[in-house]
Nanobody
Framework: QVQLVESGGGLVQAGDSLRLSCAASAHTFSIYAMGWFRQAPGKEREFVAGISWNGGNTHYSDSVKGRFIISRDNAKNTVYLQMDGLTPEDTAVYYC?????????????????WGQGTQVTVSS
């Protein structure tokens, strides 16, 4: 079982930046593609960003492309989400997820493990 723990969320103002971290418990971290999802109040969970097992391929939703960057450090069993130019529309609970596949998926049903989520709130 892979345990995922997100951190780095908080309350910020529009235009600020945050870096989310997701720490995995297993030494087999590198076999998983990783993704970030978010869920805002009253909305369904949506894909934000994904990264392949070795970091060679990334994918972003149109809403965050150019503002967010996903990266991973397999030696530290950690995946990151650097978020710049935050807007109130980015307010959501952000979830880290792991998929037993080499390439990331935009579908939440493709992911095998999930973190507990971290709240990001952006005020205007």
């Amino acid at each position: 079982q892979v345990q995922l723990v997100e951190s780095g969320g908080g309350l910020v103002q529009a235009g600020d930046s945050l870096r989310l971290s997701c720490a995995a418990s297993a030494h087999t971290f590198s076999i998983y593609a990783m993704g970030w999802f978010r869920q805002a109040p009253g909305k369904e969970r949506e894909f934000v960003a994904g990264i392949s097992w070795n970091g060679g391929n990334t994918h972003y939703s149109d809403s965050v492309k150019g503002r967010f960057i996903i990266s991973r450090d397999n030696a530290k069993n950690t995946v990151y989400l650097q978020m710049d130019g935050l807007t109130p529309e980015d307010t959501a609970v952000y979830y880290c997820a792991a998929a037993f596949t080499l390439l990331p998926s935009t579908l939440f049903t493709s992911y095998n493990y999930w973190g507990q989520g971290t709240q990001v709130t952006v005020s205007s």
